[in-house]
């Protein structure tokens, strides 16, 4: 484990150095899956989903503010469904504003969120965001992961429902469709159930005093991200991927303990309970320190063979010869102290 927390701690130095250009290069990163990702996903509309598109988006958008990423994201997705019918579109949009308007832009930097639910979801593993978010963020962290929740779903039903919507009678007739297909979607409602459950359980259990909190609040989390959404669909009678659950909450687990790794590492086997007083009260302290381990100074000793041994000779010499000649140097010095000192 020594090993890890070496490294641990050489990516942080790291990070602590580089972190204007680390920042930008993980921006450019995911600005740039996000923008593929939406694009291969979606594909209704042919000429923006080129790679050189979404390489070109994420190049500008690396030196705006995350938020323009999900704005940005949230534009795609709407000329996307311009496509299939401009009234989904247009309702689409008012959803996005509204999204933004009441939330966004009074927390701008909790709008990653959203992009990363939308995502996660993508790639099977939303469970990961609540687990995430309940270890390094606060409660108020479920209205992004619902309003992710809510946006993939949109973008679900359209990219599936295309024939549907277009069948539908006039623009009135598409938009009710699509409201009420988005919005009575019974697997839509388990997930953001589960997931706002999980991430209050999760943001309680880190905060307890015992020993392992971290990982009880992170093995809890995915517990109750398959209970509850096991029994969500055995109550609405929803057909239920179980292996594909079980397996991203398996994931998630991994994702939240490398969480922990760089955020929250403490030695519980040096834990110090600690009780004093004042005049008003008692005070009892459970200190438990962090664990860091400093990499360790390899110091290379070069031993240097005197002049008066031909060149020749040491090159005839076997590793246990050059040992014994070294050993008889030492000793012969050591003995030509001693009689000086006499």
Not at 27 to 43: E, P
Not at 146 to 162: D, H, L, P, Q, R
Not at 265 to 283: A, G, H, I, K, P
Request: proline letters at 4%.
């Amino acid at each position: 484990m020594s090993a890890i927390f070496v490294w641990r701690d050489r990516l942080q130095n790291t990070y602590a150095g580089y972190a204007k250009y680390i920042d930008k290069t993980v921006q450019f990163i995911l600005a740039l899956a996000a923008f593929m990702m939406i694009n291969n996903y979606f594909g209704l509309f042919e000429p923006i989903t080129k790679p050189i598109v979404a390489v070109a988006l994420a190049v500008i958008f690396t030196f705006l503010p995350m938020v323009a990423v999900v704005l940005a994201i949230a534009f795609l997705i709407v000329i996307h469904m311009c496509t299939v019918s401009m009234g989904v579109a247009g309702v689409s949009a008012a959803i996005f504003l509204l999204m933004f308007i009441f939330y966004v832009r009074f927390s701008p930097k909790t709008a990653i969120v959203i992009l990363l639910m939308i995502l996660s979801t993508i790639l099977k593993i939303p469970y990961a965001i609540p687990i995430i978010f309940g270890l390094i963020g606060a409660p108020a962290y479920v209205i992004p992961i619902v309003c992710g929740t809510i946006s993939y779903f949109m973008v679900e039903f359209v990219k599936n429902s295309v024939a549907t919507i277009k069948g539908a009678d006039g623009l009135v007739g598409q938009v009710t469709v699509f409201l009420q297909q988005v919005f009575r979607n019974k697997e839509m409602w388990i997930i953001i159930a589960a997931s706002v459950i999980c991430l209050f359980v999760v943001s309680a259990l880190r905060k307890m005093s015992c020993n392992h909190a971290w990982e009880i609040a992170i093995v809890s989390g995915a517990v109750v991200n398959v209970v509850t959404l096991t029994a969500g669909y055995i109550a609405l009678n929803v057909k239920a991927p179980y292996a594909e659950m079980i397996v991203g909450n398996i994931i998630a687990v991994f994702i939240g303990l490398a969480v922990e790794l760089f955020v929250f590492t403490v030695d519980y086997s040096r834990t110090e309970n600690l009780q004093f007083e004042d005049d008003e009260y008692y005070y009892y302290v459970k200190a438990v320190p962090k664990i860091s381990i400093s990499a360790p100074n390899k110091t290379v000793k070069k031993i240097n063979v005197r002049q008066d041994v031909p060149e020749e000779s040491l090159q005839e010499m076997t590793s246990d010869d050059v040992d014994e000649l070294l050993l008889k140097r030492s000793l012969e010095e050591e003995v030509g102290q001693v009689n000086l000192e006499d």
